[in-house]
Nanobody, 121 residues
């Protein structure tokens, strides 16, 4: 069993930056596929980025502005979000799966509680 806890969200002006963290419990987390999704009010939860042994992958809407990374010594995955836009406002969720996974949220077995990111214009 893996537990995920996100942190780092907040209120930021357009153009600003934040670093979100996803701290995981459990062994062998370094081998897990870990992803970030986000959900804006009234919208579906959407894929943002994922990190797995084959590399890092991003949605087109965040490519070049967001960076996903992991520190296996701390069992933590980060999402550095920069050049923020009001449309990036959402609850950001961390998700994990022991096997390889992609952009489909239904592939992921473990989820955090989310952290709110609000971007003001």
């Amino acid at each position: 069993q893996v537990q995920l806890v996100e942190s780092g969200g907040g209120l930021v002006q357009a153009g600003g930056s934040l670093r979100l963290s996803c701290a995981a419990s459990g062994r062998a987390f370094s081998s897990y596929t870990v992803a970030w999704f986000r959900q804006a009010p009234g919208k579906e939860r959407e894929f943002v980025a994922t990190t797995r042994w084959t590399g890092e992958y991003y949605s087109d809407s965040v490519k070049g502005r967001f960076t996903i990374s992991r520190d296996n010594s701390k069992n933590t995955v980060y999402l550095q979000i920069s050049s923020l836009k009001p449309e990036d406002t959402a609850v950001y969720y961390c998700a994990a799966r022991q096997e390889i996974a992609g952009r489909n949220r239904y592939d992921y077995d473990y989820w955090g509680q989310g952290t709110q990111v609000t971007v003001s214009s």
